[in-house]
């Protein structure tokens, strides 16, 4: 038998073999299979260090990445695999989720929250500086006390919730506002100090301001009428439907929830679209107020029907995320508890009665936030005379707000 005999038995006899290990062999993807229970088996520290190992293998195998690309994006990995080691209930959805959906996947979860959040947040300063606004020296305005006092709680407060949506902005630029300014067709005159811009238009002029921090304000615009203004023409319209027209008419609407309050007598007629937050899903929203407890958003004053003065919120972008609350209960422990700073005598006894939640604005340089609080409110006697008593309390919980 020559030598190619010998070579084409040989393949028939590995032919026979092939086909009948074929018989007996798993069945597809059995092997990809078995793999993958291994390795889930493994334990997550050396499956971390194998992903690695190979990652970095085949960065090495490309010579334009230099040594220092590697080692930050060593720390990264390492970073994202000790994240998924000590929160493993947020692995498994897709990479792009909003913070919002990532804050939705921990509600309840107390202290974690924040890692998926903002971090810890600027505790709002209310009046002499406290986390209540308790001021230092007595002051009345009107019917109502803004002084030192002692307080007495008996009312009654009941929120459904144990978290509240905190809103994030960053501070508005000088691009900001003349992006604003242009949609409504006001062109740039001048950048006082204190102002983004000032701006005219055909019949206004237009100023807007950024975040200020005494007396603590939102980022605002001012519409202020020339003597060109005309009225608004709705013959027997209320005033808020004065407003209402006017500021539809110059893209000023608010596109957020409010409540409209003004004023029946005087002049001008004051009209004001309170601004309203939702809290969390399913629970009433809340309104915003200043430091003094009064509610705000955007405010045009009439004269007749001729708008004179608008002074509005700036649209600026904001995130959501929600934060664990203290009860009711925890926050009149606060404020009950609490002692008047530096007071020359005893201060008067405040009966609070009513209470809601709120939000209030916290300023903090590039990024300003608007936090929950409980407003209280009631009645407090001096001199002989009554007066109406308000008290702001912080209510997002201590443990995720900076001292």
Known sequence: MSERDDDLELQALQRELDDAFATTRPRRDFED????RMQAARPATNRLRDAIAGLLQGIREVPAVPAAAVATLLVVILGVGLFASMHPRLGGGGAATSNYNAEQSTRGAGADMAAVAFGRLPSPVFGDGTKTSQPVAPTITGDEYFGPAQFV???RLTVSTASARVYRYREPSTTDADQFASALGAV??????????SYSAATYNLNIRP???RPLSSPTYYVISSASMPPVDAAGASPADVATI???QHSLYPDWANAVMFTTTGDP????????FEVAAGTPSAFLVDANGDRYGIEVDLQGNRPILVAGMLPVRMDAAEYPIVSPDVAVQTLTSARPNDSPSTPPVAQLTQAELVYVLVAAGDHS??????????????GGKMYTKRILVAAVDPSQRNP
Do not use: N
Not at 188 to 196: D, F, H, I, S, V
Not at 269 to 276: A, D, G, N
Not at 369 to 382: D, H, M, N, R
């Open 246 to 248: 006017f500021l539809s």
């Open 211 to 213: 975040t200020v921090q």
């Open 153 to 155: 709680w008996s009312g």
């Open 369 to 382: 936030f608007y936090e929950p609080a409980y407003l209280f409110s009631g009645k407090v006697q001096v």
């Open 33 to 36: 299979e078995l793999w993958l």
């Open 269 to 276: 007629i004051r009209v004001v679209f309170q601004r309203q």
């Open 188 to 197: 740039l005159r001048e950048r006082p100090e204190g102002l983004l811009g």
